[in-house]
């Protein structure tokens, strides 16, 4: 997929852009993309951009394909002032069989993103890429996110929307009908939100 040409990344510059869609929809690939373009292309320096990793690691749970990190695309992105967890990220369902799991991961998962986000408010940049936001929102407050998105000069992110992983989870309906109504709510913060499809 070409998504520089798709998505046409030179139009996207000074603006806050949000892609969203199902699992395996390209919606990191083109994040880690859009850093290589700001990078090679438009040849800005890398401690103007901080990219906030709250992905988890690549990887196939009950026959779906989930998470990946920007720079297993674009190695490169890691002269960027790239912020990735600590810890592991889980995949809060996948991983989980019940509803105290499920919530116990996503408290990992939230202390993990969250220490994240403080480290990025001590030294802000005007460019900021954010991979997998949804992960964030599961707990955390969007006003903490919006701050940033508004702040920014530029912002590219992008958040799982859809319903692959919940159809594998049953015992985290309202887990993921929250999930979808906070990524819905956050759409008026952006200059454009782009769904992704498998056929992008």
């Keep these: 997929m070409n998504c520089a040409k798709k998505l046409e990344f030179d139009s ?30 438009k040849e800005i ?48 369902r996948l991983n989980a069989n019940n509803r105290k799991e499920l919530y116990h991961n996503a408290c990992h998962n939230f202390k993990q993103t969250r220490f994240i986000l403080q480290n990025f408010n001590n030294n802000p940049t ?5 991979n997998d936001i949804s992960i964030y929102l599961h ?8 701050k940033i ?3 920014s000069q530029t912002f590219f992110g992008n958040a799982y929307f859809g319903k692959n992983i919940n159809q594998r989870a049953h015992f ?5 009908l929250k999930e979808y109504m906070k990524i819905k709510h956050l759409h008026k913060n952006f200059d454009k939100s782009i769904l992704m ?3 992008n």
Excluded at 172 to 176: G, K, N, Q
């Design 45 to 92: 320096e890398p401690n103007l951009i901080s990219i906030l990793e709250f992905a988890p690691n690549l990887q196939y749970i009950k026959q779906l394909k989930i998470g990946g990190k920007i720079k297993d695309y674009y190695e490169k992105s890691l002269s960027c002032n790239y912020l990735d967890t600590e810890e592991e990220i889980i995949p809060p």
């Design 139 to 146: 707990l955390g407050d969007r006003n903490n996110l919006i």
């Design 149 to 151: 998105i508004n702040e």
């Design 172 to 176: 985290a309906t309202i887990f993921s």
């Design 12 to 41: 996207l510059m000074g603006k806050k852009i949000l892609l969203y869609g199902e699992t395996n929809t390209y919606k990191t690939y083109c994040t880690a993309c859009f850093a290589k373009f700001l990078l090679e292309e």
């Design 197 to 199: 499809k498998e056929s």
């Design 126 to 130: 005007p460019i900021v890429l954010i």
